[in-house]
């Protein structure tokens, strides 16, 4: 038994080709109805001529591949109809394999549309109206649950803010909103009715969200996460050192501006010749000093247990300088105005570090497929985003070529992606195989492919089919 490149069942490959660098097998699917298609008669059929007919496939070898299939058409001697012989493996409405529209529906949450649709050698067309209808499967058996520890924060998406609400604990994406509304917000919170499940809620610093957990989470405290709040320390003594820079000559700016790295980076963190030269900095600058102080100490109450912290906290105010009090002004008014969110920090040291990690990878995903639409950003946050995990690192002497060394030396110039269909895929599931010429001329080739790919691949005894392919 020899299966061909084709893998599907019931159909066999007459010629292929390679024209334009894209695929050409022509096929045709050997399994005869028995029943009229139109009238239901059993064994009256009779060939009637052929049709041939294009289908795509998902790509192999980095090839776009399409199906030429010699289709065959039946006349019923009951009823006189013709139909055409019902196709195997085949999805009729799109003109592609079933494996092909698998295909979309796998990458549309993991590369943009249009990469699939070059691919594939479709238009983007077919990809979105597929990505479509997968999109609002998923969205219509997806039943997010409110989880313990729940996070709401935004991100900006092409100027429009985007509330993102995750799960803190589980490190997942629960739900993006179009935007950051009280109402909206509220409106989400309203339909789930496992809300007694919820024992804190990390947002930043804004107003409708506070008041939106108030309403709904009654006595449940809300954390300011800490990294919004340190980085406003920072922000502070970057307004002190630009207004300082200000009066110093163009070589002085350009310097400090330089420079700003050390003066952001933690005290304890810096090198040695870093450290020396903040020191050297600050000695000749005794207000960007004041400021570099307060951030440190500021900072340094997130060190401290919580009596002390508070203690500290309460105390930063009288410590600010009356000439620092403009460039500090926001972040002792956010300590003014959320002292209590703040605060809770210390008895519920949650962070939404997450969140933002996963508002990082939206804006990400928006940026590599301009003109997402809000539905697909949103589906490719809750449903496609993959663990990327780093490569294997391969030891630095390898002197055998074998399987193991050429996967290090693939994965490592590897973006993820499938060196046969394409797809993008979690980095570790892809694997060396030595991937079959499909048309004469071409050698057997070691690519990096997924799963699909090799599983395609092992269907039979390739070898024999490629030396009597179509000359
Ligand atoms: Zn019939
Ligand atoms: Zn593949």
């Given at each position: 038994?020899?299966?061909?490149?084709?893998?599907?069942?019931?159909?066999?490959?007459?010629?292929?080709?390679?024209?334009?660098?894209?695929?050409?097998?022509?096929?045709?699917?050997?399994?005869?109805?028995?029943?009229?298609?139109?009238?239901?008669?059993?064994?009256?059929?009779?060939?009637?001529?052929?049709?041939?007919?294009?289908?795509?496939?998902?790509?192999?070898?980095?090839?776009?591949?399409?199906?030429?299939?010699?289709?065959?058409?039946?006349?019923?001697?009951?009823?006189?109809?013709?139909?055409?012989?019902?196709?195997?493996?085949?999805?009729?409405?799109?003109?592609?394999?079933?494996?092909?529209?698998?295909?979309?529906?796998?990458?549309?949450?993991?590369?943009?549309?249009?990469?699939?649709?070059?691919?594939?050698?479709?238009?983007?067309?077919?990809?979105?109206?597929?990505?479509?209808?997968?999109?609002?499967?998923?969205?219509?058996?997806?039943?997010?649950?409110?989880?313990?520890?729940?996070?709401?924060?935004?991100?900006?998406?092409?100027?429009?803010?985007?509330?993102?609400?995750?799960?803190?604990?589980?490190?997942?994406?629960?739900?993006?909103?179009?935007?950051?509304?009280?109402?909206?917000?509220?409106?989400?919170?309203?339909?789930?009715?496992?809300?007694?499940?919820?024992?804190?809620?990390?947002?930043?610093?804004?107003?409708?969200?506070?008041?939106?957990?108030?309403?709904?989470?009654?006595?449940?405290?809300?954390?300011?996460?800490?990294?919004?709040?340190?980085?406003?320390?920072?922000?502070?003594?970057?307004?002190?050192?630009?207004?300082?820079?200000?009066?110093?000559?163009?070589?002085?700016?350009?310097?400090?501006?330089?420079?700003?790295?050390?003066?952001?980076?933690?005290?304890?963190?810096?090198?040695?010749?870093?450290?020396?030269?903040?020191?050297?900095?600050?000695?000749?600058?005794?207000?960007?000093?004041?400021?570099?102080?307060?951030?440190?100490?500021?900072?340094?109450i997130y060190g401290m247990q919580k009596p002390q912290a508070l203690a500290a906290y309460d105390a930063f105010k009288g410590n600010v300088p009356p000439r620092l009090k403009a460039d500090f002004k926001v972040l002792l008014t956010a300590m003014r105005n959320w002292r209590t969110e703040i605060t809770a920090y210390f008895d519920y040291p949650i962070s939404n570090a997450y969140t933002e990690a996963l508002n990082g990878v939206a804006k990400t995903i928006n940026r590599a497929g301009r003109?997402?639409?809000?539905?697909?950003?949103?589906?490719?946050?809750?449903?496609?985003?993959?663990?990327?995990?780093?490569?294997?690192?391969?030891?630095?002497?390898?002197?055998?070529?074998?399987?193991?060394?050429?996967?290090?030396?693939?994965?490592?110039?590897?973006?993820?992606?499938?060196?046969?269909?394409?797809?993008?895929?979690?980095?570790?599931?892809?694997?060396?195989?030595?991937?079959?010429?499909?048309?004469?001329?071409?050698?057997?080739?070691?690519?990096?492919?997924?799963?699909?790919?090799?599983?395609?691949?092992?269907?039979?005894?390739?070898?024999?089919?490629?030396?009597?392919?179509?000359?």
């Amino acid at each position: 038994m020899t299966t061909d490149i084709l893998d599907l069942p019931g159909w066999t490959v007459l010629a292929k080709r390679l024209e334009d660098r894209e695929y050409e097998l022509e096929a045709e699917y050997t399994v005869k109805p028995t029943a009229c298609q139109k009238c239901g008669v059993l064994d009256r059929l009779y060939r009637h001529g052929t049709k041939d007919t294009i289908y795509r496939d998902s790509p192999i070898r980095g090839h776009a591949t399409r199906i030429l299939a010699h289709v065959q058409r039946y006349k019923c001697r009951e009823c006189g109809e013709t139909f055409l012989q019902p196709l195997a493996g085949i999805q009729e409405d799109r003109r592609m394999t079933a494996r092909c529209a698998e295909y979309i529906k796998q990458q549309c949450l993991r590369d943009t549309f249009t990469s699939i649709a070059d691919h594939i050698g479709c238009d983007d067309r077919t990809v979105r109206n597929l990505a479509g209808e997968y999109i609002a499967s998923l969205d219509a058996a997806y039943r997010p649950a409110l989880p313990a520890w729940l996070g709401i924060d935004e991100t900006q998406i092409d100027g429009k803010m985007r509330c993102v609400l995750t799960d803190i604990g589980g490190r997942r994406p629960i739900e993006m909103l179009a935007d950051r509304d009280k109402g909206t917000l509220t409106t989400w919170l309203h339909r789930h009715k496992e809300r007694k499940h919820v024992q804190g809620v990390a947002i930043d610093m804004w107003r409708p969200y506070r008041d939106v957990a108030g309403t709904i989470f009654p006595g449940v405290p809300v954390v300011i996460d800490k990294f919004h709040v340190v980085r406003m320390a920072n922000y502070c003594m970057e307004r002190t050192r630009i207004r300082l820079a200000k009066s110093r000559t163009k070589e002085v700016r350009r310097d400090w501006m330089r420079s700003k790295a050390i003066l952001n980076k933690r005290e304890g963190t810096l090198t040695e010749k870093q450290a020396f030269n903040l020191r050297m900095w600050l000695d000749n600058e005794p207000e960007l000093a004041d400021a570099y102080r307060l951030k440190e100490s500021f900072y340094g109450i997130y060190g401290m247990q919580k009596p002390q912290a508070l203690a500290a906290y309460d105390a930063f105010k009288g410590n600010v300088p009356p000439r620092l009090k403009a460039d500090f002004k926001v972040l002792l008014t956010a300590m003014r105005n959320w002292r209590t969110e703040i605060t809770a920090y210390f008895d519920y040291p949650i962070s939404n570090a997450y969140t933002e990690a996963l508002n990082g990878v939206a804006k990400t995903i928006n940026r590599a497929g301009r003109g997402y639409s809000f539905e697909v950003l949103r589906a490719r946050l809750l449903f496609g985003t993959q663990p990327r995990t780093p490569p294997p690192q391969e030891p630095p002497t390898m002197t055998r070529v074998d399987q193991s060394s050429q996967r290090a030396f693939l994965l490592k110039t590897s973006d993820g992606r499938c060196e046969s269909c394409q797809g993008v895929f979690p980095i570790g599931s892809l694997e060396v195989h030595l991937t079959p010429a499909v048309v004469p001329g071409e050698h057997r080739k070691g690519m990096l492919v997924c799963p699909t790919c090799h599983s395609r691949f092992h269907t039979g005894q390739l070898g024999s089919e490629v030396t009597h392919s179509t000359q």
